[in-house]
């Protein structure tokens, strides 16, 4: 495979005991389907739970521009910002890989943690206010509001279980 922003053939690399394919030239990353969220699962077990499915809502995509194509099958990729982070990543259609650029990969596991960690369970709350308050008044509700419910509430039961360890011992001792 060739680097789609430098033509330069990729190498093999392994992170996490994911094999990925890297360009030595400018440092980016194509990882194919799944392997982006294996790499994150294995570098911070807090972060499993976190998934996002970047391919379930088009009208958040933009266009990567006309230079940069699939190194697996040539297709046009496209820009889409990798969770709740602010990193843009160029992901593809077709065979669902994702390409990073140098430290993009850093930068979102970076920005997932503080995600975490900084905000406060009355600050996902507050926001769970607002969010249902838009679902009850609002018609015509999306799936991007929905899957933003989602996210919130697994970081409630997230803060929950990190600031009370008894609630998770005692939820986890329950038959499922
Ligand atoms: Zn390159
Ligand atoms: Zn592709």
Redesign the pocket.
Known sequence: MK?P??D?TLESVVINHNKVDR?S????IWFDKDELKNVKDERDHNLSWLDFDLWSDESRLKPSGTFIDCPRDGKSLFKIKYGPSDVMVDICLDCHGVWLDRDELDKILKELREKINKETLPEYLKDLGEEIKDLIFEPGNSKEELRNIAIIMKLIEYRLAAQHPKISEITSALPD
Do not use: D
């Not at 030239?25 to 980016?28: A, K, N, R, T």
């Open positions: 680097c922003k430098c330069r360009c030239l400018c440092g980016g």
